[in-house]
């Protein structure tokens, strides 16, 4: 399976052609921030300049993106935010939306026990997935964890003052957790990998920096590689 990710998009689309693998691509994540303070009218012309290229996607809402994005990506059967998503006994994927509190007031923003929350439900639901799906595949099922915001306490999380501003309930579920591949975004200048354990964590950075990354999903395993 060959997978593209997009990172922070904020209604700049005109990147998306320079992505060579976003037509042949079996499946298309985006991280989050998919408008800048925009509602569903928004993404929809984003959502549909994407599709256009491919209608494989999944996405989250970021925190510039006002909740009833979150909504209408709910409607479309697309949406990561809470909920886990197994594709051909290949992948299993679920995620968090928003981000924690930052001193912006930005649209959606949680709480560190909010987050908690929500990635709780997400892994749930993720591992009833895969305890139905793994006997009949016969191998492990590797899982990626679609976060807007990354972990706290890594490269992944780090403002240029050296600051971390990353989410610490999101550090501590990929710590008890560990899935095989965190996908975030969030901070632009922290674009750039870490690992957590045996976690490799991915900020993808902003779309229009070239924030986008290729994964392919071989033999149970996952490798990646910025395009």
Request: aromatic fraction near 6%; include cysteine.
């Amino acid at each position: 399976m060959n997978i593209t990710a997009l990172g922070d998009i904020h209604m700049a689309t005109s990147t998306l052609s320079r992505i060579t693998t976003l037509r042949s691509a079996d499946l298309v994540i985006v991280t989050g921030d998919i408008t800048n303070f925009g509602d569903r009218s928004d993404a929809k012309m984003v959502l549909n300049e994407i599709l256009s290229y491919n209608n494989n996607l999944l996405c989250l809402a970021g925190n510039l993106d006002n909740e009833d994005v979150n909504d209408y990506l709910d409607d479309l059967g697309m949406n990561l935010h809470g909920q886990a998503h197994l594709l051909n006994r290949e992948i299993c994927l679920y995620g968090v939306g928003g981000s924690n509190k930052t001193p912006f007031g930005t649209p959606w923003e949680f709480s560190e026990n909010e987050l908690a929350t929500t990635i709780h439900e997400a892994y749930q639901q993720a591992q009833e997935l895969l305890d139905l799906a793994v006997p009949i595949a016969g191998h492990t099922i590797p899982t990626i964890l679609v976060s807007h915001a990354p972990p706290y306490g890594t490269q992944t999380d780090k403002l240029r003052n050296g600051k971390h501003v990353g989410s610490k309930a999101i550090r501590n579920f990929i710590e008890n957790n560990g899935p095989d591949l965190c996908l975030s975004g969030h901070i632009h200048e922290a674009q750039g990998s870490d690992w957590i354990g045996k976690t490799q964590v991915i900020n993808l950075g902003m779309l229009l920096q070239d924030g986008w990354c290729s994964l392919k999903v071989e033999n149970n395993k996952i490798s990646q590689h910025y395009l």
